[in-house]
Structure formats: structure tokens, C-alpha cells
């Protein structure tokens, strides 16, 4: 009797596809998964750029917010102002010159302004308006 030697041949070279499988299989899933990762941090990062952008804006809100209640009284000395989910805590300090400071935040993230003016007249012109730290 003859020997099917066709069927020996084939059959020592199974298992070559299902190794070349599994490392397209491993290298498809490590790319796949590095791109969720910069996709991930992408999209944290904007975040706390868009809440950084936001807390200037409300301490600008507490800076205008002052300079109107300092017209109005000047004793005026500061207040919490809520906005939404931030807060502006703003403080006044001085009577010639005055200085406003407002810090506003949400959750940890923090941006402060200060301005400087001179009361005259019901008149309250700036000196200086800068970002601070």
C-alpha cells in the first residue's frame, strides 16, 4: 500500500496562519489602543482649556461686577459671586487708589485678576488690568 505523502506535508504546516493571526491580532490591538489613549487625553486636555477660558471669564465677570458695585457704594469691600458652576471671590482694597482682585474657579482650576484704579468724581478709571498668579 502507498502512503498519502500529500497529507503529511499539509498537515505539519497547520498552525502557521493562527500564528500570523495572533500578531496582526496583537499588533492591531496595541494600535487600536494607543489611539484611544491620545483620543482620551485629547479630549481632557480640551477640557481644561475650555474651563481655563471659562474661570478667566468669570473672574472678568467679578472685575466688572466690582467696579460697578464700587461706583454705587464705595465701601463696597468684595463678595462670592456664584456663575453657574464658578465662582468669583473678589476683594477691593484701597481708597484713593483701589485694587480689585477676582479669583475665579472651577474645581481645581483657578485664574486671578487684579486691577488698579483711581476713585474721582463717581468716576473709577483704570489703571492697570493684569492676570496674576
Given at each position: 500500500?502507498?502512503?498519502?505523502?500529500?497529507?503529511?506535508?499539509?498537515?505539519?504546516?497547520?498552525?502557521?496562519?493562527?500564528?500570523s493571526?495572533?500578531?496582526?491580532?496583537?499588533?492591531?490591538?496595541?494600535?487600536?489602543?494607543?489611539?484611544?489613549?491620545?483620543?482620551?487625553?485629547?479630549?481632557?486636555?480640551t477640557?481644561?482649556?475650555?474651563?481655563?477660558?471659562?474661570?478667566?471669564?468669570?473672574?472678568e465677570?467679578?472685575?466688572?461686577?466690582?467696579?460697578?458695585?464700587?461706583?454705587?457704594?464705595?465701601?463696597?469691600?468684595?463678595?462670592?459671586?456664584?456663575?453657574?458652576?464658578?465662582?468669583?471671590?473678589?476683594?477691593?482694597?484701597?481708597?484713593?487708589?483701589?485694587?480689585?482682585?477676582?479669583?475665579?474657579?472651577?474645581?481645581?482650576?483657578?485664574?486671578?485678576?487684579?486691577?488698579?484704579?483711581?476713585?474721582?468724581?463717581?468716576?473709577?478709571?483704570?489703571?492697570?488690568?493684569?492676570?496674576?498668579?
Open positions: 500500500m502507498k502512503r498519502n505523502t500529500h497529507f503529511f506535508k499539509f498537515s505539519t504546516q497547520k498552525g502557521q496562519a493562527l500564528i493571526l495572533l500578531i496582526f491580532t496583537t499588533i492591531a490591538t496595541t494600535v487600536t489602543a494607543g489611539a484611544v489613549a491620545v483620543t482620551i487625553i485629547n479630549s481632557q486636555s477640557t481644561k482649556f475650555t474651563q481655563g477660558e471659562t474661570v478667566y471669564h468669570v473672574a465677570a467679578g472685575i466688572e461686577n466690582a467696579i460697578l458695585r464700587l461706583l454705587r457704594d464705595r465701601t463696597y469691600s468684595g463678595e462670592i459671586l456664584n456663575v453657574d458652576s464658578a465662582t468669583a471671590t473678589i476683594t477691593v482694597s484701597g481708597s484713593g487708589t483701589v485694587t480689585i482682585t477676582s479669583e475665579g474657579k472651577i474645581g481645581d482650576n483657578i485664574r486671578k485678576i487684579q486691577v488698579t484704579g483711581t476713585m474721582s468724581n463717581n468716576q473709577f478709571s483704570i489703571t492697570a488690568w493684569n492676570e496674576i498668579n
